[in-house]
C-alpha cells in the first residue's frame, strides 16, 4: 500500500541524515516534502496541515536542532505523529455484551462487506473460538445472499437463510433470534451497499441498526478509493453510529490515504485490514505502530 509514501519519506530522511546540524531551514525543507508525499499519497488535506503542524511544533523545538542526530529525531518525531494519527494502538472488538454480540457491516457496494464478513467470522471462530452465525440482508442481490451461503459452508459457519422478496429488517430481527435460540455468540449481519452514498442505503442502514442493536457497527472501505474512501466515510459516520472501520484492499496498490485519513476524519478506530480475497488470511488486525514502522521503511 504505502510503497510510494515511503520511498518518498525514506529520500527526504536520507537527505536530513546527511546533516551534522539542522537548522531551521533544513527542517522546514523536510517539512515541505513530507506534506507533499502525504498529499501524493491521497492523505486528506485537513489531515495533512494538522499533522505538518504538529511535527513542526515538535521539531523546531530544541530538542531536534541540538541534539547529536537531528534526523533521527525527525524521524522519531514522524514516526509518533503517524502513529497518532492512526490511533495509536489495535482497537479490538467490543463483544462484551451479553450474547449474541451482533456485528453489522455497512458500505458500498464492492467494498468488499461480504468477503469480509466471512473473514470476520472464521477470524472470530478460529482466533476467539466464537460460535458465530452470519446472514445477508442485500435482497437487492440475490447473488450476494448466495455468495454469504457459499462462504458460511467453505468456513463451515452457519449462515441464517434469507431470500430476496423478504424485508432487510424482519430477516435481521428473525437471524438474531435464531442466534439466540441456537446460543450463538456473535451474529455477523452482512448489509446491502449502493454503488455511491445514497439516502435509502442509509434509511435501511439506520432501521437495521435500530433493529438489532449491534454493539460493533463497522464501516467497510475500499482502500483503493483514495480521496473518495474518506468522502465515503464522513458520510457513513454522520448517518450511523459507527463503532469502527475496516479498510479493505489494503494488499493493492492504493496509495495510503485512506489509511491515514479515516481515522482523523471519523474519530473512529480502524480494528481491521483486509490484505487479500482469499477469506483464510486475508484479514488483520490494525496495528497502527506497525504500519507507521512500513511506512518508515
Ligand atoms: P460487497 O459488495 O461490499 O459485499 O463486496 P464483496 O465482498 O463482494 O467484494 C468485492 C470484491 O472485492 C471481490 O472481488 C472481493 O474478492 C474483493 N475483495 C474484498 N476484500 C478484499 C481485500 O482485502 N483484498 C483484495 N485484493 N480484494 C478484496
Known amino acids: 500500500m504505502f510503497d510510494n509514501l515511503t520511498q518518498k519519506l525514506t529520500q527526504t530522511f536520507k537527505n536530513l541524515r546527511g546533516q551534522g546540524r539542522l537548522s531551521e531551514d533544513n527542517i522546514r525543507d523536510a517539512l515541505r516534502e513530507v506534506r507533499l508525499a502525504l498529499l501524493e499519497a491521497d492523505v486528506a488535506l485537513p489531515v495533512v496541515k494538522d499533522f505538518i503542524n504538529k511535527v513542526r511544533e515538535s521539531a523546531l523545538g530544541e530538542e531536534v536542532?541540538?541534539?547529536?542526530?537531528?534526523?533521527?529525531?525527525?524521524?522519531?518525531?514522524?514516526?509518533?505523529?503517524l502513529v497518532k494519527l492512526m490511533g495509536e494502538h489495535n482497537d479490538r472488538l467490543d463483544l462484551s455484551a451479553r450474547p449474541p454480540a451482533v456485528i453489522?457491516?455497512?458500505g458500498l457496494q464492492g467494498s468488499g462487506k461480504t468477503t469480509t464478513s466471512a473473514k470476520l467470522a472464521l477470524w472470530l471462530k478460529e482466533k476467539e473460538k466464537k460460535r458465530v452465525m452470519m446472514v445477508s440482508t442485500d435482497v437487492y442481490r440475490?447473488?450476494?445472499?448466495?455468495?454469504?451461503?457459499?462462504?458460511?459452508?467453505?468456513?463451515?459457519?452457519?449462515?441464517?437463510?434469507?431470500?430476496?422478496?423478504?424485508?432487510?429488517?424482519?430477516?435481521?430481527?428473525?437471524a438474531l433470534e435464531a442466534a439466540q435460540r441456537g446460543v450463538f455468540d456473535?451474529?455477523?449481519?452482512?448489509?446491502?451497499?449502493?454503488?455511491h452514498v445514497d439516502a435509502a442505503m442509509m434509511a435501511e442502514a439506520q432501521a437495521l441498526t435500530s433493529a438489532v442493536q449491534p454493539v460493533e457497527l463497522l464501516f467497510v472501505?475500499?482502500?483503493?478509493?483514495?480521496?473518495?474512501?474518506?468522502n465515503t466515510a464522513k458520510a457513513f459516520n454522520d448517518a450511523l453510529p459507527l463503532t469502527g472501520?475496516?479498510?479493505?484492499?489494503a494488499d493493492g496498490d492504493a496509495r495510503g490515504g485512506a489509511a491515514l485519513s479515516v481515522r482523523a476524519i471519523t474519530g473512529k478506530p480502524i480494528k481491521f485490514m483486509g490484505i487479500g480475497e482469499k477469506i483464510r488470511k486475508g484479514l488483520e488486525p490494525f496495528y497502527p505502530d506497525r504500519l507507521a514502522s512500513r511506512i518508515l521503511g
Not at 144 to 162: C, N, R, T, W, Y
Open 142 to 174: 440475490p447473488a450476494a445472499m448466495e455468495q454469504l451461503a457459499h462462504l458460511g459452508k467453505d468456513i463451515e459457519v452457519e449462515v441464517f437463510p434469507s431470500r430476496p422478496d423478504q424485508q432487510p429488517v424482519q430477516i435481521a430481527k428473525d
Open 221 to 230: 472501505v475500499d482502500a483503493m478509493t483514495g480521496q473518495d474512501a474518506v
Open 104 to 106: 453489522l457491516l455497512a
Open 186 to 195: 456473535v451474529l455477523i449481519v452482512d448489509t446491502a451497499g449502493r454503488l
Open 65 to 81: 536542532v541540538k541534539s547529536l542526530s537531528p534526523g533521527q529525531v525527525f524521524i522519531k518525531i514522524v514516526n509518533d505523529e
Open 245 to 249: 472501520v475496516i479498510l479493505t484492499k
